[in-house]
């Protein structure tokens, strides 16, 4: 399973480091793995994406850092056809 981590600079509408993690899965150690990789890079945001969902706790546990925001397989479609007019369908890994 492959998870990637990637910090950005700041852009022109959001003022501070934004960290974000795309995950395969559905663990509440990810959140908290995001918290401290945006506490250490002093990110002012997290942003968290599955391709699939979030479990109620994981969702808790956002809440509770307040500055990190989930973004589930659902509103990733969403996202992706309304900022670059593309459909996209989310399927379960390929098995090699």
Do not use: Y
């Amino acid at each position: 399973m492959m998870t990637a981590l990637h910090v950005s600079a700041p852009s022109p509408q959001v003022r501070a480091l934004i960290a974000v993690k795309l995950i395969p899965l559905r663990d509440t150690s990810h959140v908290r793995e995001l918290a401290g990789a945006m506490e250490e890079k002093k990110a002012g945001w997290g942003i968290l994406i599955t391709t699939s969902r979030f479990t109620p706790i994981c969702e808790q546990k956002a809440r509770e850092h307040s500055r990190m925001e989930l973004i589930d397989g659902n509103r990733l479609v969403w996202l992706i056809k309304e900022h670059l007019g593309k459909k996209v369908l989310i399927g379960p890994p390929s098995v090699k």
